[in-house]
């Protein structure tokens, strides 16, 4: 069975400060990691990883993705209050594009 | 308007009622899920499908029944609701022709079953 678990469940940081996101996967045949935002109903998409070692970036927001060690990180740096979301990890794992969830992370981004 | 649309938004219903979820989309992919999500659960897959003929059981199908009616349009029935079901529900689509798996999101709808 596919798993995917995040850590740490909950994070509660100052504006400003750098945080670090944690998934690790236990998948059958891996295609994708994928990282999305949810704020308050539907998560959006923020990065998809197939290979090892590349780092993708969308302004503060950075994920990289080992292959080998079956994990990936999602860094946010000089986090603001709009940062504040609950951030899920998702694994594709077979041929049929469907996706396992972790739990979630849920960030609070105090001023 | 949004390209995956979930009907009602929120719906309150009493146990051992028949209830429906319905999801449209416009975006013309044809892979379309049922997600639900409870807290700390992240989201769990109900069913799925690839096609109009294709159904396929998730994670945690028992106790839910679904139709792909067109590729736009895939509902999920509650046959009897019971309170356990009370929960986050989620449509959402992909598309395998440019190989990725991402998935696109409706608004969720909020059922409780009381």
């Known amino acids: 069975e596919d798993k995917v678990v995040q850590s740490p469940l909950s994070l509660v940081v100052h504006e400003g400060d750098t945080v670090t996101l944690n998934c690790s996967y236990e998948?059958?045949?891996?295609?994708?990691l994928l990282w999305y935002k949810q704020e308050k109903k539907a998560p959006t998409f923020l990065f998809m990883l197939?290979?090892?070692?590349i780092e993708k970036k969308s302004g503060r927001l950075s994920s990289i993705l080992d292959k080998k060690e079956l994990f990936s990180i999602l860094n946010i740096t000089a986090t603001q209050t709009g940062d504040s979301a609950v951030y899920l990890c998702a694994v594709g794992g077979t041929s049929y594009g469907k996706l396992t969830f972790g739990q979630g992370t849920i960030l609070t981004v105090h001023p | 308007d949004a390209d995956v649309t979930q009907t009602p938004r929120n719906r309150i219903t009493k146990t051992g009622k028949r209830i429906m979820l319905e999801c449209s989309q416009t975006k013309g992919h044809d892979r379309m899920y049922w997600y639900r999500q409870d807290p700390g659960l992240g989201l769990r897959l109900i069913y799925y499908s690839f096609d109009v003929k294709d159904i396929n059981k998730g994670e945690i199908s028992d106790g839910y029944s679904v139709s792909r009616q067109a590729q736009a349009k895939f509902s999920l029935s509650l046959e009897s609701a019971i309170p356990n079901q009370t929960a986050l529900y989620f449509c959402a689509t992909s598309t395998a022709r440019s190989g990725n798996t991402e998935a696109f999101f409706g608004q969720g709808t909020r059922l409780t079953v009381v």
């Open positions: 197939t290979s090892s070692g």
């Open positions: 998948v059958t045949n891996f295609r994708s």
